[in-house]
């Protein structure tokens, strides 16, 4: 029978994303693989390759909360519990975890049972689970060489492999980047926190365009459900051809008909950008965790591949200017592209594998 992998990964597209890639990649090389997440994980896991799915108990709570922190405790011992009767009955050759409480139980259980373990961080922070697990577990590996709040000893031995894309994205590699002539295509991605802010200001900055610009534009905009009707008004009246919706689903389709894409800078939308080659404004999430957005933002940046936009500076005339500079300068879109794909690490989903399989072997 082939070898067994749990793959534990919390519940945001951020974490299970990456767990999808590097599931589909050891599928492919005959693996079995069993996903443990939570129901907000369930959520991303309709496509996921993975024979069974372990909900098991896990929780968090916040550092001024003790009694709140002591629950949690509770909780998660019950999910280390459950996690060691599952393996008991799996008998996985490695656990990988991605971070995120819901990944916690899985690798506490695993440790315990001396298992084969491996953490990903997709993030250019290392995240408060996998911070935790990282000088515990047989083998780390990482996003971003810049990998902020890790020990020194953690850093050391990280293995830069770069994040998974989905092979829909990870085929943009390959795409060269084409500046815009006639029609200036714009994407803007949400992000699954802060999604407001954009949903409201991007329109109204789009606006404030000059018309022989706006009559060029087509405008493929994620919006919150309730700023959906308002985007699309704006762009209306400013007879920009837009098309809005809460969520695309084909999000290599839209990157790769992309000139420029703004949005949020969580680690897989940084990932992605730059597999995909395509030039950007990105807007930290100002209440991100340990300011890792900035930290995400920073690799792009300093490639030249993206503009950033810190939130305390972001308005709506600030905005339109930055898309007015770049919009006018295809050249500059394409140096951007270049500088975007410069730091691309295509092959993360294959690297992840090849040190998942040798972490499984010892």
């Not at 971003?144 to 085929?171: D, E, S, W």
């Not at 000059?210 to 009707?229: H, I, T, Y």
């Not at 905005?319 to 794909?341: F, I, Q, T, V």
Request: include cysteine; charge should be positive; aromatic fraction near 4%.
């Amino acid at each position: 029978m082939s070898k067994l992998a749990v793959v534990a990964a919390g519940g945001t597209g951020g974490h299970m994303f990456p767990a999808q890639a590097l599931a589909e990649a050891l599928t492919a090389r005959g693996w079995r693989v069993v996903l443990a997440t939570d129901d907000r994980g369930a959520l991303y896991a309709d496509k996921f390759p993975a024979e069974e799915r372990l909900a098991l108990s896990a929780a968090t709570a916040k550092s001024n909360d003790p009694l709140g922190m002591i629950r949690a405790g509770f909780t998660v011992l019950q999910g280390v519990l459950e996690a060691r009767a599952a393996f008991k009955r799996l008998d996985p050759a490695v656990v990988v975890g991605f971070g995120g409480y819901p990944a916690l139980p899985a690798l506490l259980g695993a440790l315990s049972q001396k298992r084969p373990t491996v953490i990903h961080e997709q993030n250019a922070v290392l995240g408060r689970v996998n911070r935790f697990l990282a000088p515990r577990v047989d083998e780390v590996a990482c996003a971003f060489p810049t990998l902020q709040m890790a020990k020194p000893a953690v850093k050391a031995r990280a293995h830069v492999v770069g994040n998974p894309v989905r092979p829909p994205v990870r085929a943009l590699y390959d795409v060269p980047y084409i500046a815009p002539e006639v029609q200036l295509r714009i994407l803007v991605t949400g992000g699954s926190q802060g999604a407001r802010l954009l949903s409201e200001l991007i329109p109204e900055a789009v606006a404030k365009l000059p018309e022989d610009m706006r009559s060029r534009l087509k405008v493929f905009q994620q919006a919150r459900a309730e700023s959906m009707e308002n985007a699309r008004k704006i762009y209306r009246n400013a007879m920009v051809d837009c098309e809005v919706a809460p969520f695309f689903r084909d999000m290599a389709g839209y990157l790769r008909q992309a000139h420029l894409v703004i949005g949020r800078s969580g680690a897989s939308t940084c990932t992605e950008l730059a597999v995909a080659g395509r030039p950007s404004i990105l807007i930290p999430l100002k209440i991100a965790a340990d300011d890792h957005q900035r930290f995400n933002a920073k690799l792009l940046e300093e490639a030249g591949g993206a503009a950033v936009c810190l939130e305390d500076e972001l308005t709506v005339d600030a905005m339109a200017g930055a898309l007015n500079a770049l919009l006018k300068n295809p050249e500059r879109l394409a140096r951007m592209a270049e500088g975007a794909r410069s730091v691309a690490k295509p092959n993360a989903a294959e690297e992840l594998a090849d040190l998942v399989e040798r972490t499984a072997r010892r």
